[in-house]
């Protein structure tokens, strides 16, 4: 493997929205991220990702951008921008902006443009196409509910969106558009950008023909998703946008692809992959289960365990996957993957353990440094985000009741994850002097940046020793490029694994013993079950890194 500058590196995703206001408009800003940036260089992040800062309609929270060159006035201006850029640099820290062009706002003056004139050129930007029997060209559900196809007016033309319908799809066949976009990463690259999250990417080939599929849900239509899972050769449009943009740069890519497939790894992160990095969705996939929310069951510690181990083995031989328990689309990891019993900081810091140490880059998604958790709402209007509105209505539909409908968004919405970073134990969690745009979650009296910094048994405290670890000289090339090996599986309620000197030889055992002659191994064991567990270390000897429970008891008799 082909060593990169990014993977050593710890990765934190800012959504700006909700990490902190300075203005008092209730809405977090980029002079609230360049006063933190002390804080999340002292927690030891080297990248940050930003999600959408572009100007907005925010109909989809700036996932639906109107100009791809400006800022978002309510999270300010380009000279601000260019100020955060300035401090990360001074701070040997990498910005990462979100690029979201599989679609684009319809108030985007393309958008604009094409249905001012609905044969002309910016049409071509669109997947504008003629309905059949006066009826939608296929029968397409897009990821937010409803058709994908929506009419375009005084015509008998519908425009596809699998998003929200104010989210038109990009027609990437088109050069013209392409080249647009090229010159559009280009220009932000050439700000002194590290490179780019990229949104939604495996969707942007399509199958110009638009067939329909058997219908899979209750409301008579298909998912969109099977025709982009169906179509052949988006990989060339990958290979495109690397040749004419990010390769030029060295810039980190870090792709959001679900359902990779396995003999595509390596096409997409290998050394010569079309991005630099990819999210490992697996565990979150198999949480959410195979369709709606409202019959996904949480998932068994074995299924989750073995999941992540699975995924690591074969990730191992390719690349450096990003390792994440959340993002802004997904409910809070502690509340999603501890048992009851551990929602406590010893599980917390557990959690973060099992994670962090893997092979590949972590991605720390703001406020699970200090263990934010989902948070209950009583009533459906208390809800932002347009996809858990959708997946509520869906519930309904399906018979479920209110509270039942309500049960489960507080346990899949996406909201989970946007309610305000709590900063400190004051009114609205200290993230805002006004009314948070999304109220803040209540258990921030209890859970706050302010008072774990000032103990250091904290979550918080346990963070910034697990990266300082991490990242440590003496260890940093084992948890880099070491090999991960999986241990104790038949244990119940243990998750270990070890990472072992990437130049040891062997597989699986066989490496655990040719470890033993002088090579770094690093054991990472973790107990999810609810009885004290002994692990038999099997004659080896070995110093106590890092506990989440204090050295004294991992060395206890019973864990010995
Ligand atoms: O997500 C793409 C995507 O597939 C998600 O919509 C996912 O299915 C959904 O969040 C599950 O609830 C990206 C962004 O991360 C997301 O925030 C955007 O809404 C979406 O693209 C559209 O840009
Ligand atoms: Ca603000």
New binding site residues.
């Given amino acids: 493997m082909k060593k990169k500058w990014w993977h050593d590196k710890v990765a934190y995703q800012i959504y700006p929205k909700s990490f902190l206001d300075t203005n008092g408009d209730g809405i977090g800003d980029l002079r609230g991220i360049i006063s933190k940036l002390d804080y999340l260089k002292d927690l030891g992040i080297d990248i940050i990702w930003l999600?959408p800062i572009y100007q907005s309609p925010f109909v989809?929270?700036g996932?639906?951008i109107s100009d791809y060159y400006k800022i978002a006035e309510e999270f300010g201006t380009m000279d601000e921008f260019d100020e955060l850029l300035a401090e990360a640099k001074k701070r040997n820290m990498y910005v990462l902006m979100?690029l979201?062009v599989?679609?684009c706002s319809d108030k985007h003056e393309w958008f604009q443009k094409a249905l001012e004139d609905p044969y002309g050129k910016y049409a071509g930007y669109f997947h504008f196409v003629k309905g059949r029997d006066g009826k939608a060209p296929s029968n397409y559900r897009s990821?937010?509910g409803g058709s994908a196809w929506e009419p375009v007016p005084g015509t008998d033309l519908y425009y596809l969106h699998?998003?929200?319908k104010e989210?038109p799809d990009l027609n990437w066949e088109n050069p013209k558009l392409r080249e647009e976009i090229y010159k559009m990463i280009n220009w932000w690259l050439d700000k002194g950008l590290a490179g780019f999250r990229i949104?939604?990417i495996i969707?942007i080939k399509k199958d110009l023909s638009f067939p329909s599929f058997e219908p899979d849900g209750p409301d008579g239509l298909a998912s969109c998703v099977k025709m982009v899972e169906e179509v052949e050769g988006v990989g060339e449009y990958f290979e495109d946008i690397k040749r004419n943009t990010f390769a030029k740069y060295d810039a980190f890519t870090v792709a959001?692809v679900?359902n990779m497939k396995d003999d595509e790894l390596a096409e997409f992160i290998g050394d010569n992959g079309h991005f630099s990095s990819m999210f490992d969705f697996s565990a979150h996939t198999m949480a959410?289960g195979e369709s709606g929310w409202y019959n996904s069951r949480k998932p068994s510690f074995k299924k989750w365990r073995d999941t992540i181990f699975a995924s690591q083995m074969r990730l191992q031989e390719v690349g450096h996957a990003a390792n994440i328990i959340e993002?802004?689309?997904?409910p809070r990891g502690v509340s999603r993957f501890l048992p009851d019993h551990a929602q406590n900081e010893a599980g917390k810091k557990m959690l973060a353990t099992t994670s962090i140490l893997l092979y590949g880059i972590p991605f720390i998604y703001q406020g699970q440094e200090i263990g934010m958790t989902n948070c209950w709402r009583s009533d459906i209007s208390e809800y932002d985000d347009?996809?858990?509105k959708d997946?509520y209505r869906e519930a309904l539909a399906a018979g479920c009741s209110k509270e039942q409908a309500l049960e489960y968004c507080y346990e899949?919405s996406?909201d989970n994850a946007r309610t305000p970073l709590q900063w400190s134990g004051a009114s609205e969690a200290g993230f805002t002097d006004g009314t948070p745009w999304l109220s803040v979650n209540p258990n921030y009296k209890e859970i706050n940046v302010e008072e774990q910094e000032q103990r250091k048994d904290s979550v918080l405290s346990y963070y910034k020793a697990l990266i300082a670890l991490k990242k440590s000289p003496e260890y940093k090339e084992t948890f880099t490029y070491g090999r991960f090996v999986p241990d104790y599986e038949e244990k119940e309620g243990v998750f270990a694994f070890h990472r072992i000197s990437a130049d040891a030889a062997g597989n699986g055992a066989e490496l655990m013993e040719a470890a033993k002659g002088g090579k770094q191994d690093i054991l990472v064991a973790a107990n999810y079950g609810t009885e004290a567990c002994t692990l038999d270390l099997d004659g080896r000897t070995g110093k106590v890194l890092l506990s989440n429970v204090g050295e004294e008891k991992t060395r206890s008799e019973e864990i010995r």
């Fill in positions: 999600s989809d929270q996932y639906d979100d979201v599989n679609h990821y937010f699998m998003f929200a989210q949104d939604a969707n959001e679900f959410q993002n802004h689309d997904e347009i996809s858990t997946q899949n996406r």
